[in-house]
């Protein structure tokens, strides 16, 4: 409902210098929220100002008016899943809860410590009524491991699943998080590289896990051929539903193997680009890569992790040497970053090269 209360009218110039001035005062009323229009803002008051006041705010906002304004009402801020969990668990503990929720399409994910474990229920439980649009809560069981890339997961809140359709870009994926691997924190990496393609491109895709940079390559691209390769069965039953879901049939084909066999077997000497997201053992596939290139050369997206102690030139340098003994030559690395912090000490890098 809207609410009648004095107020500071003032030009929209002053604004900012006035409220600056009346919040010292103390007397700027913060359950309402600030009045504008096109050439004036008024800004609502707990009480009427002291002449000494006034006399104060009127040396530096000269034209400013006391009067009644119908104020709207301000909408109340939705609390965090942290400020809600301040009364149920004690300070330092909840200063241990790493603050970073991932969301996989209705999923929230989370990362709870061994401290705060016999809290896990009400933490979940929380998450669900802060974020009215999460159906289940799960917590890591471990780390990523294993060919498959895949974790396991705890469902600690709410629906006792781990799939989910999940929203990236223009595309839409279905994803089991504890059959494939998938992580929204790769978002910018599958949107850089899909801006990278040109028309007429032939891509190899030699990791592709539920298809998040071909499908995305292939819905934003008109002429582009994608072999989408992954070996693990369970991700490539959801590349071929997600192929279908986004409607990119005639551009992406599926090969379920390892990289190398299907390399050896199919896809000799065909793309212009191969992408190498196992940044696990990356280095070993190198070659299987080389072979991918069409004769003239390509470019190839190479991701790797890296520690702190290390750098990213060795990196660049070890990748250099191996292309190099597969009798092939690094023209130019084109761009390299740090993608994201995997772990402590941990970075995932990712390096674009020029290959001929
Ligand atoms: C880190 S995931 C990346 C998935 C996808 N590119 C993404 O961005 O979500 C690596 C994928 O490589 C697959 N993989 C592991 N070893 C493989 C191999 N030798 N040949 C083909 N795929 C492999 C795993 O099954 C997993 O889906």
């Given at each position: 409902m809207p609410q009648e209360s004095i107020c500071i009218k003032v030009r929209k110039v002053y604004g900012e210098k006035t409220i600056i001035l009346a919040k010292k005062l103390e007397?700027?009323?913060?359950q309402l929220k600030i009045g504008r229009n096109a050439a004036f803002i008024y800004i609502p008051l707990i009480r009427q100002p002291q002449d000494d006041e006034l006399k104060a705010l009127k040396k530096h906002v000269p034209d400013l008016e006391i009067l009644m304004y119908l104020f709207p009402e301000k909408k109340k801020r939705i609390k965090t899943f942290v400020e809600l969990l301040e009364d149920k668990i004690s300070t330092h503990l909840l200063a241990?809860?790493?603050?970073a929720i991932d969301f996989v399409g209705d999923i929230a994910i989370i990362e709870i410590p061994p401290e705060l474990n016999a809290y896990k229920i009400v933490i979940g439980e929380t998450i669900l009524k802060a974020h009215k649009n999460v159906r289940t809560v799960l917590a890591k069981?471990?780390?990523?491991?294993g060919t498959y890339r895949t974790r396991n997961f705890d469902v600690?809140?709410?629906?006792?699943?781990t799939d989910t359709i999940h929203k990236e870009y223009s595309c839409q994926y279905y994803v089991d998080l504890a059959k494939a691997y998938f992580s929204p924190r790769l978002s910018y990496e599958h949107k850089r590289v899909a801006s990278l393609i040109k028309e007429g491109e032939a891509i190899v895709d030699?990791?592709?896990?539920?298809g998040p940079f071909a499908v995305l390559i292939a819905k934003t691209h008109q002429n582009v051929k994608i072999y989408a390769v992954d070996v693990n069965p369970h991700a490539l039953a959801f590349l071929k539903r997600n192929i279908i879901l986004n409607r990119v049939e005639d551009k992406v084909h599926p090969i379920l193997g390892d990289a190398r066999n299907a390399v050896r077997d199919?896809?000799?000497?065909?793309?212009?680009r191969v992408i190498m997201n196992?940044?696990?053992?990356?280095i070993e596939f190198v070659d299987a890569a080389c072979e991918v290139l069409k004769p003239k050369g390509g470019t190839v997206h190479y991701y790797s992790f890296v520690s702190t102690s290390d750098s990213l030139e060795n990196v660049k340098f070890r990748f250099t040497e191996t292309v190099e003994n597969m009798?092939?030559?690094?023209?130019?690395?084109l761009f390299s970053r740090?993608?994201?912090?995997?772990?402590?000490y941990q970075w995932q890098v990712v390096l674009d090269a020029k290959i001929h």
């Amino acid at each position: 409902m809207p609410q009648e209360s004095i107020c500071i009218k003032v030009r929209k110039v002053y604004g900012e210098k006035t409220i600056i001035l009346a919040k010292k005062l103390e007397m700027v009323n913060l359950q309402l929220k600030i009045g504008r229009n096109a050439a004036f803002i008024y800004i609502p008051l707990i009480r009427q100002p002291q002449d000494d006041e006034l006399k104060a705010l009127k040396k530096h906002v000269p034209d400013l008016e006391i009067l009644m304004y119908l104020f709207p009402e301000k909408k109340k801020r939705i609390k965090t899943f942290v400020e809600l969990l301040e009364d149920k668990i004690s300070t330092h503990l909840l200063a241990s809860l790493p603050r970073a929720i991932d969301f996989v399409g209705d999923i929230a994910i989370i990362e709870i410590p061994p401290e705060l474990n016999a809290y896990k229920i009400v933490i979940g439980e929380t998450i669900l009524k802060a974020h009215k649009n999460v159906r289940t809560v799960l917590a890591k069981a471990g780390a990523v491991s294993g060919t498959y890339r895949t974790r396991n997961f705890d469902v600690i809140a709410g629906e006792p699943k781990t799939d989910t359709i999940h929203k990236e870009y223009s595309c839409q994926y279905y994803v089991d998080l504890a059959k494939a691997y998938f992580s929204p924190r790769l978002s910018y990496e599958h949107k850089r590289v899909a801006s990278l393609i040109k028309e007429g491109e032939a891509i190899v895709d030699l990791f592709a896990g539920v298809g998040p940079f071909a499908v995305l390559i292939a819905k934003t691209h008109q002429n582009v051929k994608i072999y989408a390769v992954d070996v693990n069965p369970h991700a490539l039953a959801f590349l071929k539903r997600n192929i279908i879901l986004n409607r990119v049939e005639d551009k992406v084909h599926p090969i379920l193997g390892d990289a190398r066999n299907a390399v050896r077997d199919k896809l000799s000497r065909v793309a212009d680009r191969v992408i190498m997201n196992l940044p696990e053992n990356a280095i070993e596939f190198v070659d299987a890569a080389c072979e991918v290139l069409k004769p003239k050369g390509g470019t190839v997206h190479y991701y790797s992790f890296v520690s702190t102690s290390d750098s990213l030139e060795n990196v660049k340098f070890r990748f250099t040497e191996t292309v190099e003994n597969m009798g092939k030559k690094v023209e130019k690395i084109l761009f390299s970053r740090l993608v994201r912090e995997t772990a402590p000490y941990q970075w995932q890098v990712v390096l674009d090269a020029k290959i001929h």
